[in-house]
C-alpha cells in the first residue's frame, strides 16, 4: 500500500497529462467539426442548394470529424484503436452492403447537389418522367408535372439517366413543321410565315428566325419555322404561332393538304352462268 502511495503522484502526473491532452484533443475536435461545418453549408447555401441538403451535408461532415476525434483522443489514452477501428469498419460494411440501394441514392443526392444539373424550378425530363422539380432531397427528386401531378424518383435513377433541362438556358428554339399544297407558291409562303413571325411579341430578333422548304412529302411541301423565344414564353408564343399562322394561311388562301389516297376499282369481267 504504501509502495502504490508512493507512486500514485507520477501516475497522476503521467495520466492527469494523457487526460489533459486527449480533453484538448476532444475541444479543438468540436471546435474545428463546427468551422469547417459552418463552412460548407455557407458555401452550399451561396450556391443556393436546398435547405434539406445544407443541414445533412453539415451535419455528416461535423460527425466525420467528431468520430475521428474521439479516435485520436482514445489513442491519446493509451486505448488500441486498431480493433475498434476495424470493429466500426465491419459495421459499416454490413450496414452499407444491408442499404445499398439508399445509399447509392445518396451518393446520387450528394452528386445532384454538388454539380447540379437542374435545380428547383426548372422543367426537365429525368428517369422516364417530365416535370417542375419541386425538391432534391438527399434520397429522391420530386417533380411536378404539367396536369400536377408529383412524381418522386429516385436520386439514383435520375443521376444515371438522361437529363433533359429546358429552364438551362434563357433562350429556346420553337421548330414548327407546317405542311402546304404542292400548288402553292412558294415564295408567298415563305412571305406569309415571316410575316407571321416578325409580328409576334415573343419571338426575339438575334438570334434570327429561319423559314425555309425542307421536305418534298407525300401530300405537302414541308416548311421549317424556327423562331427564338424566352424559355419561359415558349409555350405562349407556341400556341400564338399555331393559330396565326393557320389564320394567315387561310386568308392568303394557301392551303394546308390532308393525307390522300387514290383508290382504282377494276371492274371484273363477269362469269359464266354456272350450268
Known sequence: MEQWLEQLPALAMAYGMRILI?????VVGRWVSKIV????RKMMERRKVE???VGFVGALVSTIIM???FIAALAQLGVQTASLVAVLGAAGLAVGLALQGSLSNFAAGVLLVVFRPCRAGD???AAGAAGVVEEISIFSTTLITPDNKKIIAPNAAVINGVIVNYSAKDTRRIDLVIGVAYD???RQTREVLSQVVEASDYVLKDPA???EVSELADSSVN???RPWVKSEDYWDAYFQLMANIKQALDDAGIGIPFPQMDLHVQQLPERPPAL
Open 184 to 186: 402553292a407558291d412558294l
Open 51 to 53: 435547405a434539406t441538403a
Open 67 to 69: 468520430a475521428f476525434t
Open 37 to 40: 461545418a459552418s463552412m460548407v
Open 223 to 225: 416548311f421549317v419555322v
Open 123 to 125: 422543367y426537365v425530363e
Open 22 to 26: 486527449a480533453l484538448l484533443i476532444v
Open 209 to 211: 428566325y429561319r423559314v
